[in-house]
């Protein structure tokens, strides 16, 4: 499985904006699917945005229009990118990768995301 490193979470007050990063210790380029997961104190982990293989991407409907998820294969990297924050979005965020259909995900150990009002 490839290992993945979260990294630029923080503190923000609402209306400010955040980029996460995750690298993988291998290619992306050819992962199924690419993307982030969020998980609040007693919530279950749920998907916020995702890249498909083909560049099919999926948002949230509670992200969309704010958020914004991107890949540098190069660098085996995806971001994503989060404007006008609110409270609601406080989580740890999650990178996910699934390198094919039958494969399980591998999942980075997640960053945390506190956005004060």
């Known amino acids: 499985q490839v290992q993945l490193v979260e990294s630029g979470g923080g503190s923000v007050q609402a209306g400010g904006s955040l980029r996460l990063s995750c690298t993988a210790s291998?290619?992306?380029?050819?992962?199924?699917?690419i993307g982030w997961h969020r998980q609040a104190p007693g919530q279950q982990r749920e998907m916020v945005a995702i890249m498909k293989i083909g560049g099919i991407t999926t948002y949230a409907d509670s992200v969309k229009g704010r958020f914004t998820i991107s890949r540098d294969n190069a660098k085996n990297a995806v971001y994503l990118q989060m404007n006008s924050l609110m409270p609601e979005d406080t989580s740890v965020y999650y990178c996910?990768?699934?390198?094919?259909?039958?494969?399980?995900?591998?999942w980075g150990q997640g960053t945390q995301v506190t956005v004060s009002s």
């Open positions: 996910r990768a699934r390198r094919d259909i039958i494969s399980q995900p591998s």
């Open positions: 291998g290619s992306i380029g050819s992962m199924y699917t």
